[in-house]
């Protein structure tokens, strides 16, 4: 069974610009979770999306939104990029909601000039 | 302005011994808890979970030990090899449903 995938897996931007992140959780499974990883901060909660809704929403600013498709898939943006918002952004597919096991994809580096 | 980058605690082992990595969790009504290797460049790799209403699970390798009343996670590697070298989370969930809290990370060097 293929694994959690995420593209781009690099991206360059400059302060201003938006970004849209995307992600394929593993087949099968409905619920999808974003975090950024930085050095300053660890990994960090972004939110959470099951059946196309968000369920959980981590202390980061209103440029980050995210959405989720019927089939699963799911994007993020940032909006109005800023250089604090380079980081590793990593995105983790779970069967349900709730207490479930998370299976991290590898993760779209963002670098942002 | 400078930025400061966490305080990532490490732990330098020789290859053939037993490693273990410590984790204090923050909320004493967390039910599941997890454990994830990351090396260079690539996602949190899980390794082994448990749930609150155990103390103790073991995977190939891997052993994972939970104490309630401390608040207090342990992750044990068995004959610990080069390939083991690596970032290691572990992450609790606070019964808000798959949101995970991670800890800082404890980076393992396996010395050949």
């Known amino acids: 069974k293929a694994g959690v995938t995420q593209t781009p897996r690099y991206l360059i931007k400059t302060r201003g610009q938006q970004v849209t992140l995307s992600c394929s959780p593993i087949?099968?499974?409905?619920?999808v979770s974003w975090y950024q990883q930085t050095p300053g901060q660890g990994l960090q909660f972004l939110f959470e999306?099951?059946?196309?809704?968000?369920?959980n929403k981590g202390n980061f600013p209103g440029r980050f939104s995210g959405r989720q498709f019927s089939n699963s898939r799911s994007e993020m943006n940032v909006s109005t990029l800023e250089l604090g918002d380079s980081a590793l952004y990593l995105c983790?597919?779970?069967?349900?909601?709730?207490?479930?096991?998370?299976?991290f994809g590898p993760g779209t580096r963002l670098l942002v000039l | 302005g400078e930025s400061v980058g966490l305080h990532l605690p490490t732990l330098s082992v020789q290859e053939g011994d037993n490693s273990i990595i410590n984790c204090a969790y923050s909320?004493?009504?967390?039910?599941?808890f997890i454990w994830y290797k990351q090396e260079s460049g690539k996602g949190p790799q899980f390794i082994i979970d448990?749930?609150?209403?155990?103390d103790k699970r073991q995977g190939q390798r891997v052993t994972v030990l939970l104490n309630k009343t401390v608040k207090h996670l342990s992750l044990q590697i068995a004959a610990t090899q080069p390939g083991d070298s690596a970032v290691y989370f572990c992450?609790?969930?606070?019964?808000?449903?798959?949101?995970?809290?991670f800890g800082t990370g404890t980076s393992l060097t396996v010395i050949p």
């Open positions: 983790a597919s779970s069967l349900g909601w709730g207490l479930e096991t998370q299976y």
């Open positions: 087949s099968g499974h409905r619920s």
């Open positions: 999306y099951f059946s196309e809704t968000q369920r």
């Open positions: 909320n004493s009504a967390s039910d599941y």
């Open positions: 448990i749930r609150s209403n155990m």
């Open positions: 992450a609790e969930n606070k019964n808000t449903g798959n949101q995970f809290y």
